[in-house]
């Protein structure tokens, strides 16, 4: 009779167990989050600073029906995947980008990665929030949709970790501080990064439980990294890098697997663990996508989650992605990296003749003025 009763004790812990890990995730709210930024890449900040009284919305898959969930299912297919450009706007009319479509966009990323955690969600997310929702709420004036874009920023604070079971998603870099406490889960996790300016990035694990505590920290590959080409039917990374890379363990390096885009690291944990890995951030080219084909002509930059625009481009001068653009080791007014590169002026020259190289500096897409697509 006891080992009956004992089967039957197991069978039901199994089944909890598997229900806890098939559970959707639940995000940290972002007022349990401190971040920091003396560089400006703190969004949460520049949302406050349109206006002080916003505060990040909570975002869970249990206030969803299954209606709003086909809806976020369809958006994400039909606007987000098939329309969002290199900058994470959208074209309307005769204005450059669509804001409530670039914020609505960043809230149905959020909301499919609680019904499916994979990285590319949170590359959406990171597209919007470093090019379009930066650059839109820097600039001078008011309006709704300056607005909505920085509600988007102070949301998004509430997104950048994320729980299930005894599992931490890591899903967006940023200097921050987050005391984490669930039903299965408790510590602090502090997050030491120079992203977007440099590749380097710190975690340190504190106020643990003493003893050992087993856990699973899931670290985002972003896109950029790998060049990786997950969701968009408007543009794609030319060049592909290696899927992993080294990762440290208080200065050993740690066998990790990948999982939906996300580094994976489950072992036993103590108070004081540190995590250092360094992501690939080399320029990158992005094509246009035309019918679901890399469109050969014009190319784009990128280094890290920003995207770029050059700047001193003659017109009719092309550029060579075999001498592409790197870091020039200057930085812009802004204090962001610069990159330089060379292009072509065939215009000035006789048919038979060389075409003259002219130098060109290229700043990131927030800081304003320039030109995203370089002709081949």
């Known amino acids: 009779m006891r080992f009956l009763l004992y089967i039957i004790l197991s069978l039901c812990s199994c089944f909890l167990a598997s229900a806890q890990i098939a559970s959707p995730p639940q995000y940290i709210h972002g007022d349990s989050i401190v971040m920091w930024s003396p560089d400006g890449s703190d969004f949460r900040s520049l949302g406050l600073h349109v206006d002080p009284t916003l505060t990040s919305r909570t975002l869970c898959a249990a206030n969803l029906s299954t209606k709003e969930s086909k809806k976020a299912d369809q958006y994400w297919a039909n606007v987000v995947c098939k329309q969002m450009d290199i900058v994470g706007g959208f074209p309307s009319g005769k204005k450059k980008c669509c804001s409530p479509s670039a914020a609505k ?45 920085a509600q988007t920023l102070c949301d998004a604070a509430g997104w950048v970790y994320a729980t299930r079971a005894r599992e931490v998603f890591m899903n967006l870099y940023v200097n921050s501080t987050v005391r984490i406490v669930t039903d299965s889960l408790r510590m602090i996790v502090d997050q030491m990064t120079s992203l977007p300016h440099d590749n380097r990035v710190k975690i340190r694990i504190s106020g643990l439980p003493r003893g050992k505590y087993p856990f699973t920290l899931k670290m985002r590959i972003p896109d950029w990294a790998v060049g990786r ?17 080294p990762v440290y363990i208080n200065g050993r390096e740690e066998n990790m697997k990948l999982e939906d885009g996300y580094m994976v690291i489950s072992r036993k944990w103590n108070s004081g663990d540190e995590v250092f890995f360094d992501l690939p951030m080399p320029v990158r080219h992005l094509r246009k996508m035309v019918d679901g084909t890399a469109w050969r002509g014009v190319v784009a930059l990128q280094r890290g989650p920003w995207v770029y625009c050059a700047q001193g481009v003659p017109t009719g001068a092309y550029y060579v992605t075999s ?43 927030v800081e304003g003025v320039g030109q995203m697509w370089l002709t081949e």
């Open 105 to 149: 966009s960043a809230q149905i990323a959020a909301t499919k990665f609680l019904t499916a955690p994979h990285a590319k969600y949170f590359d959406v997310v990171e597209r919007i929030l470093m090019n379009h929702a930066m650059r839109s709420v820097l600039q001078s004036g008011d309006g709704e949709e300056k607005q909505a874009l």
């Open 229 to 245: 080409n997950d969701f968009s039917q408007q543009f794609a990374f030319m060049e592909q890098g290696k899927q992993t890379f």
């Open 323 to 365: 001498d592409p653009a790197a870091v020039d080791g200057n930085s812009t007014p802004w204090g962001n990296v610069r990159l330089a590169g060379t292009c072509y002026d065939a215009s000035t020259a006789p048919a038979d003749a060389q075409a003259k190289p002219v130098p060109f500096y290229a700043v990131p897409y």
